[in-house]
């Protein structure tokens, strides 16, 4: 049995983390807040779990203000802790973060009154101390982070630019004190896995918070009990999500298509091709056993979609070799091995296509709007009743992917975290996902919690 897995995203037993907020630099996605006062400026802790979704850009994930101090990404996927005050404090990572599958966690701890450099500044990602380039950490140097003035999620402060493609979770401020690791995860005593920690109780200091994201109406809520809430700039609700670092969901991968064809938005859901060439994407997901579904809603342009499953070799469209099977929005077709036939109705703007994907016995449904195509019902897909299905008999032998291709076309994907609003709401048999329309029994969304029990 295999699956492909994003790196340190198997669900782990134990605390879990329920949601997550989804950025997206199109819509200059921030989070905002001034401390009414400055408080301790050279010991702090910063620590949040990370999912990227673009790659090689300068990204701020945390900025303090005066000195400009920020946390980023930067264009060669570098992590840096910079202040922007000559030859006081530069901090780079030699690891790279360039993967857009699994979620990171990253440990920021701060004491600048150390005599010791080396330990002025300690970088850790998913639990382990990371090889660092100190430029600079001059002792007692006073940051930013922690001073008054507007810091930011999501941007630079004294400039709207190097807005964040990317899901943040469990982000923390401990204002005054250097931690460990420790004290925000731990490792897996079965699977080695680092995964996140119950971080409530922890003492965070007068400027310190704690964003959990768990009310949607109010993305920006402090629950460490000191109120530091934070000023949401243009994040709705729809941006809270259930992709997790204990619930990791399948996205679009952004580095499995040609260069410079497809464009990627709102958390690598949303699909964008205007040339007049089919181009494809794949989930970052793969799979070889099980049953999954998933949705895709068609929006603005030629209809020119195909939507279907592929071992992840089709550069062209989806059905276009033997180990792919796609349905056509446009002409109301089925494709394989370049060939094709009728199946189902043409597909519009605004029209959800469901799919659902029997990798245990080869099997593959479409339908459109709530009703299966040819005839299909919910029992016979259930049942594996395969008459009406789109393809049966299909050779599972290497992994298969969700795939999508388009010409001068657009399409929302839904792997169970919608870019889009749900007028329904619909879980999986085991409570994952929120779809517009019943998933059908024995069926489940694309996420790491399912994928390990299919393992299991």
């Given at each position: 049995m295999s699956l492909i897995i994003p790196a340190n995203s198997a669900s782990a037993s134990g605390y879990a983390v329920d949601n997550s907020c989804r950025f997206n630099d199109g819509s200059s996605d921030t989070l905002s807040i001034t401390p009414s006062s400055a408080s301790n400026r050279r010991t702090w802790t910063w620590s949040c779990w990370v999912k990227r979704c673009t790659i090689g850009t300068y990204q701020v994930i945390f900025v303090g203000a005066s000195p400009n101090t920020w946390i980023r990404f930067r264009d060669d996927d570098k992590l840096e802790l910079f202040a922007q005050e000559d030859y006081k404090l530069d901090v780079t990572t030699t690891m790279l973060f360039r993967d857009v599958s699994a979620w990171y966690h990253i440990c920021v701890s701060v004491d600048l009154t150390q005599g010791t450099e080396s330990n002025r500044v300690k970088i850790y990602v998913n639990g382990s101390l990371v090889d660092v380039t100190i430029t600079y950490a001059v002792q007692n140097f006073y940051t930013g982070i922690n001073n008054t003035g507007t810091h930011y999620i999501g941007r630079l402060n004294y400039v709207a630019v190097q807005y964040i493609d990317m899901y943040l979770s469990e982000m923390v401020l401990i204002d005054g004190t250097q931690n460990a690791v420790t004290d925000f995860g731990e490792f897996d005593e079965d699977s080695g896995i680092w995964k996140p920690i119950d971080v409530s109780g922890l003492t965070f200091g007068t400027n310190g918070f704690y964003l959990d994201f768990e009310d949607s109406a109010a993305l920006g809520d402090d629950v460490s009990g000191n109120g530091n809430d934070f000023t949401v700039n243009n994040l709705t609700a729809i941006d809270q999500t259930t992709?997790?670092?204990?619930?990791?969901?399948?996205?679009?991968?952004?580095?499995?298509?040609?260069?410079?064809?497809?464009?990627?938005?709102?958390?690598?859901?949303?699909?964008?091709?205007?040339?007049?060439?089919?181009?494809?994407?794949?989930?970052?997901?793969g799979v070889q056993s099980g049953k999954w579904y998933f949705e895709a809603k068609f929006l603005s342009g030629e209809m020119k979609q195909y939507i279907g499953i592929s071992k992840q070799e089709t550069v062209d469209r989806i059905g276009a070799s033997a180990n792919s099977y796609g349905y056509a929005g446009e002409n109301a077709r089925k494709w394989n091995n370049n060939s094709y036939g009728s199946y189902g109705s043409t597909a519009s703007t605004g029209d959800i296509i469901m799919v659902a994907f029997d990798a245990d016995n080869g099997t593959i449904w479409v339908g459109k709007n709530g009703t299966w195509f040819d005839s299909a019902t919910q029992a016979e897909i259930e049942a594996g009743t395969t008459t009406n299905a789109m393809y049966s008999s299909i050779t599972i032998n290497d992994i298969f992917m969700m795939g999508f291709s388009m010409e001068d076309s657009n399409i929302e994907v839904n792997f169970g975290n919608a870019p889009y609003t749900i007028s329904s709401g619909n879980a999986d048999g085991n409570g994952y996902g929120n779809f517009e329309y019943a998933v059908p029994s024995g069926y489940l969304a694309l996420c790491t919690a399912n994928l390990s029990e299919v393992l299991s």
């Open positions: 992709d997790t670092p204990t619930n990791n969901f399948a996205t679009l991968n952004p580095l499995a298509v040609p260069s410079g064809a497809n464009t990627f938005s709102e958390g690598n859901l949303i699909i964008t091709n205007s040339a007049d060439e089919n181009r494809t994407s794949f989930s970052s997901i």
